[in-house]
């Protein structure tokens, strides 16, 4: 690396003592993940103002031999946005680009800088009865561009997608410091590869995201949203296709959820009550999302409707529809409130993974017996998106577990889940992304020639490996 004075010099230079931060007290907090895993160093943060200021700073840190580290809202899952040890990246946060640019509300899109919180876009879009249909827990500190890098997931996936279909446009800075723009939102566009698909959930290896053009649907008239108790996750699945055939319009949720976790949130949440009577072996959150308020009654109709003859097939056991907003949004904090309730147990693994839906029953059926078979005294659990395959798979350590559990007994456990959901032709991550969190394991059960296209393309995109290092992909052995 070339002298880091003369680097910091010039990078002053060019964005002012405002878009340049060398004191290591204001650094600090920006070098810790948001779960506290990872923590690094860093020459600097710098924090430019425009795009054209963005570009600049790639070409002198690529001048200067100074890898990159984007950082959106710093509240990913899996270290992707945190430097390592070796201070001798910079951070690079887009926070001050947060600008609207465009908003067009009769086409239903916007296009905004990649700094724009994910909760401000909510509000600014909200004013012309519209909504950007992704939302997540950290949407205060979530930004546009950390949601487009990590291809964000979410509850409403079932019905909208992930990021990746709400992308129209994006303007990405190259690792070799030029502005790729391609914000226009073409239907049709047959110039060759969809360049943007390239940049969206690539992490920051390949490019700086600094603008996105968005798409947006009406905004929620009303939220019809049923709390529903059934003997098994296969159940859950005969009704979710029953939901997908006749509510498919407007049906934007089903998450399942079993009795160990809703007794764990009952136990936490001090106001917290259970939706049904009596504890059910699994719990399924179904949520219908009506833009139309003269449509409102017909939904709701709709949905008891469906739930009523489910229970005459022995589908479910007892369900409840929420009978105003209030309810509503209790019933989601249950679901919303697992990973806190189940932290208060104590040390656990969390593993964000996906198999093909169908096959999302049987798989938990296999793993979760076998992991408390070969670990005694855990506890195995799994919860999420029954709708598109992705299960949030907690193994819970041992009561009285060692301090040291989780990095040695929970990393061989979690080695196995891996293997497994590889097996089951899964994904080792649905939602949450590789960082440096699963990059060795990417690297140990990735199909080869995955692996082979992942490391050509960011070797020739970013021939000097300057763009977050060490992350989502290894080098080349």
Known sequence: MGNSSTFLDAARELLGDRGLITDPELVEPWLTDWRGRYHGAALALASPATTDEVAALVRLAREHGVPIVPQGGNSGMC?????????????LSLRRMDAVRDFDPALRRITCDAGLVLQTLHERVAEEGLRFPLTLGGKGSATVGGLVATNAGGTQVLRHGTMRALVLGLEVVTPLGEVFSDLAPLKKDNRGFDLKQLFIGSEGTLGIVTGATLA????VAER?????GLD???NARALLLTCQGRLRGELEGFEVLPEHCLAAVVDHLPDARRPLGEPQPWNALVELAVEDKDKVADAREALETVLADAFERGLIADAV???NEGQAEDFW?????????????????????SVPEAQMPAFLASIAPEIERDYPGTKAVGFGHLGDGNIHFHVLAPPEAAPAWVEEEGKEISAQVYERVTEWGGSISAEHGIGQAKLGELARLADPARLDLLRRIKAALDPDGLLNPGKLVTPTP
Do not use: M, N, Y
């Not at 270290?79 to 951070?91: C, R």
């Not at 947006?216 to 905004?219: D, G, R, W």
């Not at 019809?224 to 529903?228: G, I, S």
């Open 321 to 323: 529809i929420a009978a």
């Open 79 to 91: 270290g992707g946005a945190t430097p390592d040890p070796s201070g001798e990246a910079i951070l």
């Open 232 to 234: 098994s996750l296969e």
């Open 216 to 219: 947006l649907v009406p905004a």
């Open 333 to 353: 904090q249950l679901r919303d409130t697992i990973a806190p309730a189940e932290k208060a147990l104590g040390p656990a693994v969390q593993h964000d993974i």
């Open 224 to 228: 019809v949203v049923a709390w529903v």
